[in-house]
C-alpha cells in the first residue's frame, strides 16, 4: 500500500515538473570517502549552508570557510559555531593580495567583484546590485599553507560569482596538493570577466584532474543550463579511473 502511495505521489510531481532522486551530496559524500578526504576549502563560503551539507551528510573532516561579506560572514559565523574542526576565514581570494570593492546582490548569493552580465539579468531580472563592500583580498597558498601538511588530502570547492580563475591563479601550489576540486562551470556570460565552462576544465585536466561528477545550477526561464557545478579528481584510484 505504502509504495503505491508512494508511486502516485512521485507521478502527481512528475507531472508539476519535479523528479525526487538522490541528493548530489550522496554521490559527493562517497567521493570525499574514497578518496580519503580529510579537509576541504570552502571558497565562497556565503552563510555557510555548504559546510552544513557537508556536515549532514556525513564528512567528518576539517572545513576551512573563506567568506569577504560581513553579512554572509556573521551567518558563516553562527553555522560554524561549536564545530571544532570547522574553521572561517573573512576575506575573498585572488591572483593578488589587497583589498577591492565587491557589488553586493539583492540575494547575497549572486554577489561578486565582476560586473553582473546580461545573460544573468534575463535569466534572474529579480536579481541586481543593491549595494557595494570593500572587502580583504588575499592569496590560496598564502592563507591555506598553515592548514595543509605532506598527508593532507584536500579538496577544494570555489563558488566565486566568476572569480574562480583569479582564486586558481593565487594557489598553483594549494591546487597541486589537492585531490579534488569542484568548481561552478559557466555555459554563458554570466559575469564580465568570468572564465566558461571550456576554459576552465581544460585549466584543470592540465593539472591533472578529470571530471567525475556534475551537479545542475542556473537555468534560464525557458529551462536553458547556465551553470552547473564540476566535480573532478586526480584518476589515482580505481575509483576515479
Same mark, same amino acid.
Given at each position: 500500500?505504502?509504495?503505491? +502511495?508512494?508511486?502516485?505521489?512521485?507521478?502527481?510531481?512528475?507531472?508539476?515538473?519535479?523528479?525526487?532522486?538522490?541528493? @548530489?551530496?550522496?554521490?559527493?559524500?562517497?567521493?570525499?570517502?574514497?578518496n580519503?578526504?580529510?579537509?576541504?576549502?570552502?571558497v565562497?563560503?556565503?552563510?555557510?549552508?555548504?559546510?552544513?551539507?557537508?556536515?549532514? $551528510?556525513?564528512?567528518?573532516?576539517?572545513? +576551512?570557510?573563506? #567568506? @569577504?561579506?560581513?553579512?554572509?560572514? !556573521? !551567518?558563516? *559565523? #553562527?553555522?560554524?559555531a561549536?564545530?571544532?574542526?570547522?574553521?572561517?576565514?573573512? &576575506?575573498?581570494?585572488?591572483?593578488? @593580495?589587497?583589498?577591492?570593492t565587491?557589488?553586493?546582490?539583492?540575494?547575497?548569493?549572486?554577489?561578486?567583484?565582476?560586473?553582473?552580465?546580461?545573460g544573468?539579468? *534575463?535569466?534572474?531580472?529579480?536579481?541586481?546590485y543593491?549595494?557595494?563592500?570593500?572587502?580583504?583580498?588575499?592569496?590560496?597558498?598564502?592563507? +591555506?599553507?598553515?592548514?595543509?601538511? &605532506?598527508?593532507?588530502?584536500?579538496? =577544494?570547492?570555489?563558488?566565486?560569482?566568476?572569480f574562480?580563475?583569479?582564486?586558481?591563479?593565487?594557489?598553483?601550489?594549494?591546487?597541486?596538493?589537492?585531490?579534488?576540486?569542484?568548481? #561552478?562551470l559557466?555555459?554563458v556570460e554570466?559575469?564580465?570577466g568570468?572564465?566558461?565552462?571550456?576554459?576552465?576544465?581544460?585549466?584543470?585536466?592540465? #593539472?591533472?584532474f578529470?571530471?567525475?561528477?556534475?551537479?545542475?545550477?542556473?537555468?534560464?526561464?525557458?529551462?536553458?543550463? =547556465?551553470?552547473?557545478?564540476?566535480?573532478? $579528481?586526480? @584518476?589515482?584510484?580505481?575509483?576515479?579511473?
Amino acid at each position: 500500500m505504502a509504495s503505491r +502511495v508512494l508511486a502516485m505521489a512521485m507521478k502527481q510531481l512528475a507531472r508539476r515538473g519535479f523528479v525526487v532522486r538522490r541528493h @548530489p551530496a550522496v554521490r559527493r559524500q562517497a567521493m570525499l570517502a574514497g578518496n580519503d578526504v580529510d579537509l576541504v576549502l570552502d571558497v565562497g563560503a556565503a552563510s555557510g549552508a555548504y559546510g552544513q551539507e557537508l556536515r549532514d $551528510f556525513g564528512y567528518r573532516g576539517d572545513i +576551512v570557510s573563506f #567568506e @569577504p561579506l560581513t553579512r554572509a560572514y !556573521q !551567518q558563516l *559565523r #553562527e553555522a560554524s559555531a561549536g564545530d571544532a574542526r570547522w574553521s572561517t576565514v573573512q &576575506s575573498a581570494l585572488g591572483s593578488e @593580495p589587497g583589498r577591492a570593492t565587491i557589488n553586493v546582490a539583492s540575494n547575497s548569493d549572486s554577489s561578486s567583484l565582476l560586473p553582473m552580465a546580461e545573460g544573468h539579468r *534575463r535569466a534572474a531580472p529579480h536579481v541586481g546590485y543593491v549595494d557595494t563592500e570593500e572587502i580583504e583580498i588575499a592569496r590560496l597558498d598564502d592563507v +591555506v599553507a598553515a592548514h595543509l601538511t &605532506s598527508s593532507t588530502r584536500a579538496f =577544494l570547492k570555489l563558488d566565486t560569482q566568476g572569480f574562480e580563475k583569479e582564486v586558481l591563479e593565487g594557489g598553483p601550489s594549494t591546487l597541486s596538493r589537492c585531490v579534488g576540486v569542484q568548481v #561552478e562551470l559557466s555555459f554563458v556570460e554570466l559575469y564580465h570577466g568570468g572564465m566558461l565552462v571550456d576554459e576552465a576544465i581544460s585549466m584543470l585536466y592540465r #593539472e591533472g584532474f578529470r571530471m567525475v561528477g556534475i551537479e545542475q545550477g542556473m537555468t534560464s526561464p525557458g529551462g536553458q543550463l =547556465l551553470q552547473a557545478d564540476g566535480v573532478f $579528481f586526480r @584518476p589515482a584510484s580505481p575509483l576515479n579511473a
